[in-house]
């Protein structure tokens, strides 16, 4: 059950029962209930940065998700001045509660007493919302299948099995604008707000039949959209991003001019539900260690050793702890626990421009008419490729898949991360890219296959000297057979 509570002070906070929660009493309106009045406190004139806010509308009831951070602090003060009566909500998630041991402070009371402070500047309510069972149990499909599994078993289970989940997506999807959103269902609340780095297009009050459309922010380095790519279009419909309108800098402009208690404060970058907790110590935490080895492709030298293959994502580089790099993780042998790493990872012509998605979901609620001129994102950041979609029906009838083809190589895709698709600003939806892809994966000698399949590696003996890095690495497996044709 979702528990809920105010905490006004820093002792041990009380459950409150949802039931509560449902019957809390809104402040009616803000303490600035116009532009006009807002503007002139603050430097003279903010409807340039008011236009995502919904401005024009008569004063709405906002839920604003806060994290104590600059971003959504600002958004809170953005929907403020714009006149609406907004409340608060600080998402207490799960993990944190679960590693409190591990600390000499609560990780999460820095976050709780800047959003306290900047919603006491000008009066706005903040509830506290625990989502412990949430995160738990919200079920999430497998993308190979139709077995439902939960948030956090669905994230380890997918490490377990070689692929890299991304938990931020499902934590959007599931949590943020999932349970959060079903349990204020009730309350009364217009939109949900938030700092994300997005813009929703809702459609004019005579058009409410037409579909809300999810664009690209202004800030094309700081865009969250491939985060947001898999909600429904019932989320969206919801939704107020005040943000998309706005630049990062002036984001911060804005903090300073606001005097938020938070102004200076760094951005977070870490994953939305482990707060200050090292993603390391979540999957160490959860599936533990296991000693492996790790071989170069191209040879099958034995380089070193490493804590688990599920530590590690194809074209990872940090971590490695090899000298003679860099170095980059290009396979993964799950079922012998060997991890492949290769210096000629941008060198080798055998990238994919193919790969297949699954669990694909369209924001308006079915797929494009047409998929010939899509855009793509692999992963956040500002990049795109060019694509074409080839839509694919599985055999049950149930699963819908795809086949993705980019316009340039990437050899950095991984199975379980998902493959956000764009028409010009407009993201359209996402799927989960799977690891049934084309046959272009890295080649990986034969040698080096065999020494992965041995049962006692003992016998390997020590880690060789790693040598300088080769004029030419393709020469060198040139003698070996690769595996892509062994098989």
């Known amino acids: 059950m979702l528990r809920v509570a105010v905490r006004w ?5 009380t459950s ?17 209930p116009t532009l006009k009045l807002f503007c002139s406190a603050v430097d003279g ?70 959003a306290k402070a900047v919603c006491n500047q000008v009066d706005v309510p903040l509830e506290v919302v625990h989502l412990t069972d949430e995160y738990w149990k919200n079920v999430h499909y497998r993308a190979s299948g139709h077995r439902p599994v939960y948030q956090v078993s669905y994230i380890i289970e997918e490490y377990r099995c070689g692929r890299t989940p991304n938990p931020d997506v499902l934590c959007n ?51 969250q959209t491939y985060f947001l790519s898999h909600l429904s279009q019932s989320q969206l419909k919801r939704l107020l991003f005040p943000l998309g309108c706005i630049p990062k800098d002036e984001v911060r402009r804005l903090a300073t001019k606001f005097d938020l208690p938070n102004k200076d404060r760094k951005d977070s970058q870490g994953i ?36 688990g293959f599920w530590f590690y994502t194809i074209g990872q580089r940090q971590g490695l702890r090899l000298p003679g790099g860099p170095w980059y993780v290009v396979e993964k042998d799950v079922k012998n626990n060997v991890v492949f790493v290769s210096r000629n990872y941008f060198s080798f012509d055998k990238r994919r421009r193919i790969f297949r998605v699954g669990s694909l979901k369209w924001l308006s609620g079915s797929p494009p008419s047409q998929t010939s001129q899509l855009q793509c994102k692999v992963r956040h950041g500002p990049g795109f490729y060019n694509c074409i979609l080839q839509m694919e029906v599985e055999v049950d009838g149930q699963d819908e898949t795809a086949v ?26 996402s799927g989960v890219i799977l690891e049934s892809w084309d046959d272009q994966s890295f080649p990986v000698c034969a040698k080096a296959l065999e020494i992965a399949r041995m049962e006692d590696k003992s016998k390997i003996g020590n880690p060789v000297k790693i040598k300088v890095k080769p004029d030419n690495l393709q020469e060198v497996c040139d003698s070996t057979e690769l595996a892509s044709k062994a098989s």
């Open 404 to 429: 993705v083809r980019i316009s340039e190589d990437d050899q950095g895709l991984a199975a379980g991360q998902f493959a956000a698709f764009y028409e010009g600003r407009t993201c359209i939806g």
């Open 272 to 307: 939305c539900f482990l707060g200050k907790i090292r993603f390391s110590e979540f999957v160490a935490r959860h599936i533990g260690e296991r000693e492996g080895i790790i071989l170069e492709a191209e040879t099958g030298d034995f380089l070193g050793k490493h804590r």
């Open 173 to 223: 999807t599931r949590i943020k604008f999932g349970a959060f959103l079903d349990a204020i269902n009730g309350m009364g609340f217009d939109y949900v707000a938030s700092g994300h780095y997005a813009n929703v297009i809702h459609p004019f009050a005579d058009q409410m039949d037409e579909p809300s459309v999810l664009e690209l922010s202004q800030d094309m380095v700081k865009d």
């Open 45 to 114: 004139d903010l409807n340039t940065y008011l236009r995502c806010s919904m401005p024009q509308k008569n004063p709405l009831r906002v839920a604003v998700l806060v994290s104590g951070g600059v971003d959504s602090s600002v958004a809170l003060r953005l929907l403020h001045a714009a006149g609406h009566s907004c409340t608060a909500f600080y998402l207490k998630i799960w993990f944190q509660e679960d590693f409190e041991n591990f600390w000499s402070e609560c990780p999460w009371e820095d976050d709780l007493k800047y």
């Open 9 to 13: 002070n820093w002792r041990p906070l």
């Open 16 to 32: 409150l029962p949802l039931t509560r929660f449902k019957r809390r009493t809104l402040n009616p309106r803000p303490r600035f």
